[in-house]
């Protein structure tokens, strides 16, 4: 059996779990956690690991910010003004029939004018 390294397993272990939450970070801000987490991968396996943490500090810095809800259809968190579910795709917002605000599908009334829903 070929002995692995016990600090390149760790830093394997930890790159991965940042890897992991990022992914669903930046699914959950519709924020392209695909395109993030395989630059970084990349990144880490063929130049160096220390891009990883370095690709945390800026993807902290430029993601999409704002108060995190869950979606009524499958539970999945998201960023409160998204229009659709990032996970399952069903649509969060609607429009009000008499202002045309925006207002999350469970809503009773507009936010905006009052109007019930
Ligand atoms: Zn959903
Ligand atoms: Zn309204």
Do not use: N, Q
């Not at 272990?13 to 956690?33: G, K, Q, S």
């Not at 998204?82 to 399952?88: G, R, S, V």
């Not at 795709?89 to 609607?94: D, P």
């Amino acid at each position: 059996m070929p002995s692995i390294d016990p600090i390149m397993g760790a830093t394997a272990v930890a790159v991965a779990l940042i890897l992991l939450w990022m992914y669903f970070d930046a699914r959950a801000r519709d924020a392209y956690p695909t395109l993030w987490v395989a630059a970084l991968a990349l990144c880490a396996l063929f130049i160096h690991v220390f891009l990883v943490l370095l690709g945390l500090v800026i993807y902290l810095i430029v993601r999409p910010k704002g108060a995190m809800a869950h979606c009524p259809s499958c539970g999945a968190k998201h960023l409160v003004w998204l229009a659709e579910c990032p996970k399952c795709e069903s649509r969060l917002l609607k429009d009000c029939h008499r202002c045309h605000a925006a207002m999350p599908v469970t809503a009773e009334r507009c936010p905006e004018c009052g109007t019930p829903t």
